[in-house]
């Protein structure tokens, strides 16, 4: 793993804005397994691109119901990831969290929903770089978490926590 980054993180800007969503509730954490896309195959939280005119909050909701068919209430941003990507655009993902939603998870073209407790989180078949900001997320502290990636493996990595938006 690098020892300095190359990035002036102050400065960076994400090409493709984006956002994800954990919904947790009684000591499970609603995941996906996405079907196609960027990270096809892999257990992520769903969510996917802001579309233009949209709001990052506006975009994790839609997304959400998108991919799992329900809604979730009140989401609260915690956290904002930056990836410099060797192989795709730089994105920049907004990260939410709900504790409650409506509508049952259900299948679709994009994703098949995964209750998993909090103590077996699949890491293994995640992105790398999960493992070093989802326990924030579930902790329900804010962060930013700035990532450079050579395909699919981190070369290096920076969390900065207790953040206010």
């Not at 998108?66 to 993902?93: A, N, W, Y």
């Not at 409506?102 to 098949?112: Q, R, Y």
């Not at 293994?124 to 699919?152: A, S, Y």
Request: aromatic share 10%.
């Amino acid at each position: 793993m690098m020892s300095e980054s190359p990035i002036d993180w102050t400065i960076w800007q994400g090409e493709m804005l984006a956002t994800l969503m954990f919904v947790i509730k009684d000591g499970q954490i609603l995941l996906i397994e996405k079907k196609r896309g960027l990270g096809a195959g892999k257990i992520n939280g769903p969510g996917g691109k802001i579309e233009p005119g949209e709001t990052a909050l506006e975009a994790v909701i839609r997304e959400t119901q998108e991919e799992l068919l329900v809604t979730p209430h009140d989401p609260v941003k915690l956290g904002e990831l930056r990836f410099s990507m060797s192989d795709c655009p730089d994105i920049l993902c907004h990260v939410y969290r709900s504790e409650d939603f409506s509508g049952t998870p259900t299948e679709t073209d994009e994703a098949v929903p995964a209750w998993t407790a909090l103590d077996e989180i699949p890491y293994h078949r995640m992105w790398e770089d999960d493992r070093h900001w989802l326990p924030l997320v579930i902790e329900g502290k804010t962060f930013i978490g700035n990532f450079i990636f050579e395909g699919e493996r981190v070369l290096w990595k920076e969390i900065l926590t207790d953040l206010v938006w």
